[in-house]
């Protein structure tokens, strides 16, 4: 293997990000899907791509000089790449925060030696207190400061149309068909966008937006709606301001994603990808979720996660801020989750070849209402309290009957990561439990009973 050079300082390691296979949570979806991993970034994001770029441009230009203090309105990535940049070039930092944003940001810009003002999200852009007016109040007062203004300034997206266009075009060898990302200014969109299109035009770009945000409805009408605009939990995405960073003409489609359904997908990329991702990235997965309808085998979507997990391990990864939202409940559980408690006790199952008596003395015994019926270590059948009793309703006597000769059809097996809800779908009024695959040969049963339990 080789091994890759010595780099001279953080900065250079910025990019050159891996794509990844998704596998198991989009496995309903014809579609190869790939995510391009943006924390793989020193900063943790993609905008430490931008961050670097809006530095160096205003080095070039004049608009920051040595010695200066950079100022800017953050959702927090930016300022984690903009402090990097600061670090190595000797610059002092100033971030403004709205307060929406998680304390794990805040905490992580400070311990990069960031001066960071909080300010309300509830207010305005053009309030004196929104966080765009106190970063351009702070470059009035402050004397050698420079305001980077991620939204307007075009070195943001030209730094994608440099650096993860062309690494997503070449990663996928030319095939990509869709790429799907979130959209705040809108320099991740737009700079990739135009590389991707340059190369073949017909690449679809889809943006994830949204409920609270103009995006959509002025990329559908071109009118700014105030109407559309509310305060939304999502972070990264969405805007209240229509950034000179968006170039709306690249987009092919903005879909709206709920808060709940951002945050319910960016604990699946967790727990079946291993991806530990922040918020905005459950966002873009649901457009693709939500757009399925229109891929085929042959689309090769590549989605773009911003950034990663740890800066929101008191938010979307913690149960009782979930909860707390009602984004958290049983119906977002998967099977697994369902049978963990008593996932170390072996399953309860009857040979077809026993005796119905002994199928009821297993039922007394563990307290159970039905037992899957196995034969040379397979599920061949299932027998349920109902069955019995209609057997003994019908029969004189059941001494001599045997399992096999009484037994219904086995009972559906699913896997361990399947979801609750389509769980519920297998059972009807035939269907009393499903066997659940936890390993290869380790099984465990969920019953009627337990889902009557767990969703209501
Ligand atoms: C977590 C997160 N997601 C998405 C975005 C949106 O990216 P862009 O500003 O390039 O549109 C941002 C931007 O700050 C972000 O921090």
Known sequence: MAYRKLYNNILETIGDTPMVRMNKIC????????????????????????????????????????????????????????????????????????????????????????????????????????????????????????????????????????????????????????????????????????????????????????????????????????????????????????????????????????????????????RKEGFFLGYSAGSAYAVIEQMKHELTADDVVVVLFHDHGSRYVGKVYNDDWMRDRGFLNDRNKTALDLVNKHVDKPLVTIGSEELVSSAIEKLKRYDISQIPVVQDGKFVGSVDERKIFDIMVEKNSIDHIKVKDMMAAPFPIVDSDEDLKSVLKRIDKNTSAVVVRIADDQYHIITRHDLITALS
Request: glycine share 10%; net charge negative.
């Open 27 to 270: 496995k309903h979806i014809p579609a190869q899907i790939y995510a391009k991993l943006e924390y793989f970034n020193p900063g943790h994001s993609v905008k430490d791509r931008m961050a670097i770029r809006m530095i160096e441009d205003a080095e070039k230009s004049g608009k920051l000089k040595p010695g200066g203090t950079v100022i800017e309105c953050t959702s927090g990535n930016t300022g984690m790449g903009l402090a990097l940049a600061c670090i190595v070039k000797g610059y002092k930092l100033i971030c403004t925060l709205s307060d929406k944003q998680s304390k794990e940001k805040m905490d992580i810009l400070r311990a990069m030696g960031a001066e960071v003002y909080v300010c309300p999200t509830n207010v305005a852009p053009d309030h004196p207190d929104s966080y765009y007016s106190v970063a351009s109040r702070l470059n009035k007062e402050i004397p050698n400061s420079f305001y980077p203004y991620q939204y307007d300034n075009l070195g943001n997206r030209e730094a994608h149309y440099d650096s993860t266009g062309p690494e997503i075009w070449e990663q996928t060898e030319g095939k990509i068909t869709h790429f799907v990302v979130g959209v705040g200014t809108g320099g991740t969109i737009s700079g990739v966008a135009k590389y991707l299109k340059e190369k073949n035009p017909n690449i679809k770009i889809w943006g994830a937006d949204t409920y609270g945000s103009v995006f959509k409805k002025y990329h559908e009408t071109r009118e700014f709606d105030v109407n559309e605009i509310y305060s939304y939990i999502t972070e990264g995405i969405g805007e209240d301001i229509l950034p000179k960073n968006v170039d709306f003409d690249l987009i092919d489609h903005f879909e709206k994603v709920t808060d709940k359904d951002g945050a319910v997908y960016t604990r699946e990329l967790a």
